[in-house]
């Protein structure tokens, strides 16, 4: 960077830090469903951190993801665009980032709100989860990058948490298929053998020839998927400051105290401001890593453990703002990504999370309890106290909320889905500028919401449904993950009608016989689908299957590939805990 640039950035963080310009602090928890939380109606899991920031601020009650998993989700929260304009949506059943040696991820000409802020003189910064991806060409071109996407630091995953990045006992990323290919090397290895014995014994007339042949094709369809899936706690479990990686792979039991001391120390050095702190915590998404201090206390489980864990580490760092005095000077979210994973199991124990009455979690993109998450916001003197906001409202929202409180720039060129919440969250006005809301599985749109302004109802109408496994438990348990078309899904013609409004938890669908508006409504929102796909552009899939495969070529490799290992942390953060 020339004497003059950095002059220059000097300058504007100067000039930001004597504005009004708030500071910024997003928490988001990973798989954490609605019915979790305390002040959202879990009266047997302890959250009184995140209890105290909605008697602090504004709640929303129909906070809604544009997608139902943690890579689209989170794509369209950083950009306030929904994922299939950007290439963030999946046609197949990868639905999301599964290496860090992939070459899918957030496009570079994608605009986060990090880099509206950045322009405007915020210091910027992300701590725990990106998922985003990493590279495009080579394994140090850092394309997909935090650093190459607005933030000034980074220090987390490139990845997410996986069974994976503890054992191989529970396996997870994409299970059903790893299953397969061990079957498969599985009957190959056993024809060998048989046909080795076979020859031995004279039983079969096989030349040597061909059973070599054979049992080198074998070696090498395994060696093709082992080298990627069976080192997936060295692929993708790693940590990163900046650039560099600090560990490979990375040691879980520091994962808490890393998280929290860097979030922590980013405050105290920022504390003149302006800054964006993006803490993405780890938690509580599967094998909910917890610290000794928090294992066994609370009445449900690991998991429970591990919220209870979760709503520590938000106090810890709203502490740290009260510390430096900056409450009434910071602008304060938390939100989760999607809703519970239903599906997490292991044996009898629930290792995924509550979503209260709605119905569906993780993976489904139309049913409340895939998208419907916690909202919370405060600033103190600025938005109202102890507040709940029934309003329909999206995680993209928070994209030109942010930009708006910055004084930012939003891009001309492109559709933003996301609003400015700040006139909702004041009470200047009574409802969401939100009329439809799409609510896509993968590049499928599975259903859609439309708030009637001259009416009190809140209609919402599903073209396709998940087919649960087995028939009527609410989940896909089968499968781990319910998907999105094929066989595996049911389609509605007419489409199921719900009034949320009456019905939240999509118990009764309504039908020409009982909704005389039926046919008026499901005509509204039809028109709706198609001015809206009307907006929509091709763009490359970031998701697609030559995308979303394992490139050793670009695997992150703190060694000298395939020995990739090294801990450049020690036990530095320890004293946190």
């Known amino acids: 960077m020339s004497w003059l640039a950095i002059l220059l950035v000097s300058c504007l963080r100067t000039y930001a830090s004597s504005t009004s310009k708030p500071n910024i602090l997003l928490m988001m928890a990973d798989d954490l469903g609605l019915g979790d939380v305390g002040c959202y ?30 890579t689209p ?64 060409e080579s394994h140090s071109d850092h394309c997909h990058h935090p650093l190459n996407h607005g933030f000034d630091y980074f220090y987390g995953m490139p990845f997410t948490l996986v069974n994976e990045c503890q054992s191989t006992e529970n396996r997870q990323l994409n299970a059903l298929v790893q299953a397969k290919y061990w079957l498969y090397s599985q009957i190959i290895a056993l024809t060998v053998l048989t046909l080795l014995i076979g020859k031995l014994t004279g039983l079969f007339l096989v030349k040597w020839k061909a059973i070599i042949c054979f049992a080198l094709c074998g070696f090498l369809f395994f060696i093709s998927w082992f080298s990627s899936y069976g080192f997936v706690k060295y692929w993708n479990c790693i940590l990163l400051r900046n650039h560099d990686i600090s560990e490979q792979p990375m040691k879980l039991e520091k ?116 998208i419907r998450v916690p909202g919370i916001f405060r600033w103190p003197g600025v938005l109202p106290a102890d507040t709940v906001i029934n309003e329909p409202t999206s995680l993209m929202d928070i994209y030109h909320t942010v930009a708006h409180l910055a004084a930012g720039i939003m891009p001309q060129d492109r559709v933003i ?107 509204r929102i039809e028109r709706a689908v198609q001015e809206h796909r009307q907006t929509l552009t091709p763009v490359p899939q970031q998701l697609s299957g030559y995308n979303n495969v394992w490139k050793p070529w670009l695997q992150p490799c703190c060694g000298t590939f395939p020995f990739c290992w090294c801990d450049k942390e020690g036990d530095s953060h320890q004293e946190l805990l």
Not at 42 to 66: C, F, M, S, W, Y
Not at 470 to 481: I, K
Request: glycine share 12%; charged share 20%.
């Open 73 to 136: 989700s989170r794509a369209a929260f950083l950009t306030g665009r929904y994922p299939i304009r950007s290439g963030m949506g999946s046609s197949t059943k990868q639905r999301i980032l599964y290496w860090t040696g992939g070459s899918g991820g957030l496009p570079t000409n994608e605009t986060t709100f990090a880099r509206i802020l950045q322009q405007q003189g915020y210091t910027t910064a992300l701590i725990g989860k990106w998922h985003q991806g990493m590279n495009c």
């Open 417 to 523: 889905d996301g609003r400015n919440l700040m006139p909702l969250l004041q009470g200047k006005v009574q409802h969401s500028e939100h009329e439809f809301m799409f609510h896509y599985c993968g590049l499928y749109l599975h259903a859609v919401r439309w708030h009637q302004k001259d009416s009190a109802a809140l209609w919402k109408a599903h073209y396709t449904t998940p087919i649960f496994q087995p028939d009527g438990t609410g989940a896909c348990y089968r499968s781990g993950l319910c998907s999105c078309f094929g066989e595996d899904v049911t389609h509605h013609d007419p489409p199921l009608l719900f009034d949320l409004s009456s019905d939240p938890a999509e118990i009764k669908p309504l039908s020409p016989a009982t909704e005389p508006l039926f046919d008026t409504v499901i005509s």
């Open 41 to 70: 109606g879990n009266d047997t899991l302890r959250t009184p951190n995140i209890d105290q920031l909605a008697k602090e601020g504004v709640k929303l009650t129909q906070h809604i993801a544009a997608a139902p998993l943690c």
């Open 255 to 370: 994962a808490t105290s890393n998280v929290l001391k860097e979030a922590v120390s980013f405050i105290e050095r920022n504390k003149h401001g302006p800054f964006l702190l993006f803490v993405s915590f780890l938690h509580v998404h599967t094998p909910l890593i917890t610290t000794e201090k928090f294992l066994g206390k609370s009445r449900h489980g690991l998991y429970g453990d591990n919220v209870e864990e979760m709503d520590w580490m938000v106090g810890r760092i709203l502490d740290a703002i009260d510390k430096e005095g900056l409450k009434n000077n910071t602008f304060t979210y938390f939100t989760s990504d999607h809703g519970g994973h239903l599906e997490a199991q292991k044996q009898n124990t629930q290792l995924g999370g509550w979503n209260g009455i709605y119905k569906g979690g993780k993976g489904m993109g139309g049913w409340e309890g895939g």
